[in-house]
């Protein structure tokens, strides 16, 4: 039963990107063949998945086109291996925190935290400009008790977010939509297990292989469908009406609260984060559990997190309160929400990666309030 937070000691590893020239997983800078060159970024920086910087983490700026990398604490140069010639720190990656904004109404912030030395988690995103009319938010956390993880946590990320971005017309009519998009999220599923299982491939560590979990929702006018294995989540949290944790965690505590055991009490032991679920070679079931739920005309916000998150702010509502005062200091912009969560979750702590997606569904119009929306249905 891998624990997410820590079973073993990581060993030290380049960040996640794929060889131009042959393919393989690798680290960023690193290749798979021994062309020089042959990484690519580790995070998408054209097309409509932007790449941009949340203000007030100027120290994470890309290092890319700087030909010198120098440290941001003291000016010295940057040696191969990422630490200052001068001072020994440690020089910061793009891996270590990026935002993805694929439409106005969608953003995602990935973040290394406070304690880790790298970032584990994954996040892909995909958005039709519309607000509303279909978005996909995937969120995959790197074991960290397996071998590189990150490698796989983000390469399963895009892959899921590649499958359910590429059938965002939906269900044919007649057909049920809820059914429609579990089968795509299973379909998801298969294909981040396939790229977590190649990153086993590229390590060859047997006894520990690369793993991690995954958690998606897509949304498609009023019908939102969510899949998880792990125990990252998915939330619907309207404006009016009942937030809803539309994700089931695979995980101790749940075995726990499933026994009687109170839910505060479980999430505060120390295997709180032991997970029975996984995607990964040596994962005993890799197919998600999904739940469909419907905005039942109402506003509110779709978040989609890891634990790095949700470890300080588990019930719905809270963080339904949490969003509500985050969005009367900065606004409604998802990408500066879902970065507040990160700066709040840093603020407590900052103990693991943390991973925030948020779509803001508009609603079906100013009467949709007096509605309530309804339980979500396991798939």
Not at 37 to 59: C, M, N, Q, S, W
Not at 124 to 142: H, I, K, Q, R, Y
Not at 308 to 336: F, M, Q, T
Request: with cysteine; charged share 20%; glycine share 12%.
């Amino acid at each position: 039963m891998p624990d997410d937070s820590g079973r073993l000691e990581m060993t030290d590893s380049a960040v996640a990107g794929t060889c131009a020239q042959c393919g393989a997983l690798v680290g960023f800078g690193v290749t798979g063949c021994g062309q020089e060159g042959g990484a690519e970024p580790p995070v998408d920086l054209d097309g409509p998945r932007t790449h941009i910087f949340v203000p007030g983490k100027a120290a994470q700026e890309p290092l890319a086109g700087d030909p010198v990398p120098h440290c941001r604490e003291c000016g010295a140069e940057v040696a191969g291996d990422g630490y200052c010639t001068q001072c020994g720190a440690r020089a910061p990656v793009e891996r270590d925190h990026w935002v993805e904004q694929p439409a106005a109404w969608v953003g995602a912030v990935c973040d290394r935290g406070l304690k880790h030395y790298r970032n584990e988690d994954g996040v892909a995103t995909a958005a039709d400009p519309e607000p509303g009319s279909f978005c996909a938010l995937v969120v995959c956390d790197g074991v960290t008790t397996s071998t590189d993880s990150d490698l796989a946590s983000l390469a399963a990320a895009r892959a899921g977010r590649d499958v359910l971005g590429a059938a965002p017309h939906g269900p044919a009519e007649g057909d049920d939509p809820g059914s429609f998009w579990s089968d795509r999220m299973r379909e998801a599923a298969k294909a981040a297990n396939e790229q977590a299982r190649q990153a086993a491939v590229q390590v060859g560590d047997a006894d520990n292989p690369p793993a991690c979990t995954f958690v998606a929702a897509v949304s498609q006018g009023p019908v939102i469908v969510a899949g998880c294995v792990g125990d990252s989540r998915a939330y619907w949290l309207p404006d009016e009406g009942v937030p809803l944790q539309l994700s089931t965690d695979d995980s101790w505590v749940t075995e726990q609260v499933a026994r009687g055991v109170n839910r505060a009490v479980a999430e505060a032991d120390v295997q709180a984060h032991s997970i029975t679920r996984w995607l990964g070679v040596d994962s005993p079931d890799t197919r998600p559990s999904c739940a469909t739920t419907t905005t039942g005309g109402l506003a509110g916000w779709l978040l989609v997190c890891s634990d790095g998150l949700w470890n300080y702010c588990s019930p719905a509502a809270d963080l339904r309160a949490r969003i509500d005062e985050l969005v009367a200091e900065h606004g409604a912009d998802p990408a500066l929400l879902a970065g507040g969560l990160i700066d709040w979750a840093n603020a407590q702590g900052g103990h693991d990666n943390v991973t925030a997606a948020l779509a803001r569904l508009p609603g079906a119009g100013p009467g949709a309030a007096a509605s309530s929306a309804p339980a979500p249905s396991e798939a």
